[in-house]
């Protein structure tokens, strides 16, 4: 009993100490964003023609609505509510997507082979009881696929979004601390501020080849420091200028700002959105943490010091009402402004890391599941799975970063198109957490509808605002969105294409076994592993266990060698193995575990098959011909056993990869817009993609690629 107690002790000061170790590394990962927004957020409320209106009823109305934003979005929705809809762990809107894909057969992303259906068992805490709302909904889904179609729209929005914001947040975040400078030298030219901003973004992206565990290490304290030091400011001008500042709070001054300002006071409202940034990060970075190592951060540190800041600041600006486009800066005492300036501008790059790394979640996820061409994915822990670095998609956004900055310039247009990314995220996640809760957690459909009434309306609220600014720079993350969108869609259609023509034509299994002995090969020692993807299909979850990674069945009857995925040959030994691989959207593919761990798999089913004639051989023996059974049993073993050492001695030949090379193009009866889709634009994506065996990370030494034409 007492190695029992000290075994479950040393496990939770284990698990203690990993949670606080995470929750440290989330500061330099998750939270930069939502931590660097008091930078921008008042001179962006006050842009337009709320300047007009500088009294302190104004900026005590735009304190409330702040406060009640971060209270309402990141603490009470994200923090209490949607954190728990993790998809094993993975946060993001195909995460959300994944669990309604599995639970609710919501999705067009459908596996298409029965024995992937063991995933849906997989999260044993979600209730398997039934309410009259969750089959009423679940059988619309299945009747209308017009609107799954429309269900998977809204979730290529949302992940068009986040890339949109993966674009525009570093931009802004960086381009609004260096603009501090102009502070300290106001005779400084914009092109100076405008190339620091772009050596700090390259900066920021050369830095993400070293991965999310090593940056939030180096990440935190500079964002632990900003928070201190922020607060600590934040209380200085709550006390030296105006201690009234925390009647604000009340949601009293939220009606009376827009008493007086009208709607002038509801275009600000595209400025104030700005103080929840960085709160969809939070849930799509959950892959990298844990979900209670991001709450331990939030409300433990996060949020108390956001509060104290915007007081603080409206303190000062309530007093000093002139400093309105710079009232960050100015609100910092001058005996500390330059060690506060240079913290901001660490604390601005850190505030990049938690979009570009919610980023690479994301666009993993699309890839995994034919949403996204081919990528390189880099996993940069061996403790914390989900922690990814893809570079393909870090240089491509550094790109655009820049060219955002020196196509910009201003923080005001850049603001009126990072308002509206952000928001349309978190009201495509609002939408789908109407399902999860109606479909997936099985609550009653009041509460799902509740929570879509309180939290949309807030959050359409804001959207009205910075639609309204659509002109000012608002277009941009439409247009990207667009872009984004046309990608996705061509290169789900040109795989769902090429799938449909690999079923169609696909070789049966007698001719296959007809055209072996007939073709005088001469064989050699060996395993030949043979891939396709007619049979796999999709597998929407995040991690398959290794112990079910692996489908392995017989074929025929029992007295031919023939079973269920890869065809293993060698010399003496000849077995057709099907087996079906499963992985999941996070899974890593190691050739050479995936070599061994199907060897092993293959070898426990002859073990385990022969096992099962032994039991059917001695049923029959009671029946009589006791004798001449036992030897058929005996000779049995001796068959079985000598093919499981023929597969051990096939391994250690070698392993070979038959994979296709496929080219893939429209037939001559398709129409223009069809040829110019699936040759010119899906060709161009293919050709430009990672090949599927670099993807499976097959070793090129032993690669056999077969070519032939699709014509779909």
């Given at each position: ?352 890391q938690a979009i570009i790394s919610a ?165 050699v020692p060996g395993v030949c592993l ?111 056993s000598e093919d499981v050492n023929e ?66």
């Amino acid at each position: 009993m007492d190695q029992e107690s000290g075994a479950t002790q040393d496990s939770r000061l284990k698990f203690y100490k990993t949670t606080l170790l995470l929750a440290y590394q989330t500061f330099g990962v998750v939270y930069g964003d939502l931590c660097t927004s008091p930078i921008y957020v008042y001179k962006s409320s006050f842009s337009g023609e709320l300047q007009l209106h500088e009294g302190n009823h104004e900026i005590f109305g735009v304190l409330s609505l702040v406060f009640w934003t971060l209270t309402v979005i990141p603490l009470c929705k994200y923090m209490t509510i949607v954190l728990g809809a993790n998809d094993n762990g993975e946060g993001g809107t195909f995460a959300l997507y994944s669990l309604l894909c599995r639970h609710s057969r919501m999705g067009l992303l459908k596996s298409s082979h029965p024995e992937h259906e063991f995933v849906t068992c997989c999260d044993s805490n979600v209730s398997t009881k039934e309410t009259r709302a969750s089959l009423v909904i679940k059988e619309f889904f299945n009747e209308h696929r017009s609107s799954r179609v429309v269900l998977l729209l809204v979730v290529l929005l949302g992940t068009r979004m986040v890339i949109g914001d993966g674009i525009l947040t570093p931009a802004m975040s960086v381009l609004s601390a260096v603009y501090g400078i102009q502070i300290m030298a106001p005779d400084l030219h914009e092109n100076y501020t405008v190339a620091i901003a772009c050596v700090i973004l390259v900066g920021v992206f050369a830095l993400q080849h070293c991965g999310t565990h090593r940056i939030g290490f180096l990440f935190s304290p500079i964002l632990i420091a900003w928070l201190l030091c922020i607060s600590g400011v934040g209380i200085y001008n709550i006390f030296h200028w105006n201690p009234d500042v925390v009647k604000a709070l009340s949601p009293y001054y939220i009606y009376n700002f827009f008493k007086k300002t009208g709607t002038a006071g509801w275009s600000s409202l595209g400025g104030i959105v700005l103080c929840a940034t960085g709160a969809e990060a939070m849930f799509a970075d959950l892959g990298h943490f844990s979900e209670l190592s991001v709450r331990i951060a939030f409300t433990g540190l996060v949020y108390p010091c956001l509060v104290l800041a915007y007081m603080g600041e409206a303190a000062y600006l309530s007093k000093n009402r002139g400093d309105l486009q710079s009232s960050f800066y100015k609100a910092v005492p001058d005996a500390i402004f330059l060690p506060v300036f240079i913290i901001a501008t660490l604390a601005t790059v850190v505030g990049s890391q938690a979009i570009i790394s919610a980023t690479f979640s994301i666009i993993s996820q699309c890839r995994a599941l034919n949403c996204f061409p081919r990528v390189k994915i880099v996993h940069t822990s061996n403790n914390t799975h989900g922690q990814i670095y893809i570079p393909e998609v870090n240089w491509v956004l550094m790109i655009l970063c820049l060219a955002v900055v020196v196509g910009f310039r201003d923080t005001a247009t850049i603001c009126n198109a990072y308002g509206l990314a952000v928001i349309t995220v978190m009201l495509v996640t609002t939408l789908l957490m109407f399902l999860i809760i109606s479909t997936v957690w099985k609550k009653h459909v009041f509460l799902a509808f509740l929570f879509v009434v309180i939290f949309g309306f807030v959050e359409l609220s804001y959207i009205d605002a910075c639609l309204a600014k659509l002109h000012k720079g608002g277009w941009f993350p439409l247009v990207v969105s667009a872009v984004v969108l046309s990608l996705m869609s061509i290169w789900h259609y040109g795989t769902i294409k090429k799938q449909a023509f690999e079923l169609e034509n696909k070789v049966s299994l007698d001719c296959l076994l007809r055209l072996g002995p007939s073709m005088g090969i001469a064989r050699v020692p060996g395993v030949c592993l043979v891939y396709s993807h007619v049979t796999s299909g999709s597998l929407i979850v995040p991690k398959v266990p290794v112990s079910d990674r692996f489908h392995v069945s017989r074929i025929g009857p029992p007295e031919l060698p023939l079973f269920r995925s890869c065809l293993i040959d060698s010399e003496s030994l000849t077995l057709l193995i099907l087996t079906t691989a499963r992985y999941g959207y996070k899974d890593i593919r190691d050739s050479y575990a995936f070599e061994t761990q199907l060897i092993e798999k293959i070898s426990e089913f002859l073990k385990r098959d022969l096992s099962g004639e032994q039991m059917v051989v001695i049923e029959q023996s009671l029946h009589g011909a006791k004798t001449r059974r036992s030897r058929e049993l005996r000779f049995q073993c001796q068959e079985a056993s000598e093919d499981v050492n023929e597969l051990m001695e096939a391994e250690e030949a070698g392993v070979v990869y038959m994979i296709g090379h496929t080219c893939v193009i429209s037939n001559e009866a398709s129409c223009i817009l069809k040829k110019f889709v699936i040759n010119v634009v899906y060709g161009f994506l293919r050709r430009n993609s990672r090949s599927p065996a670099a993807s499976l990370g097959i070793p090129h030494a032993a690669l056999i690629e077969v070519g032939r034409v699709y014509r779909v």
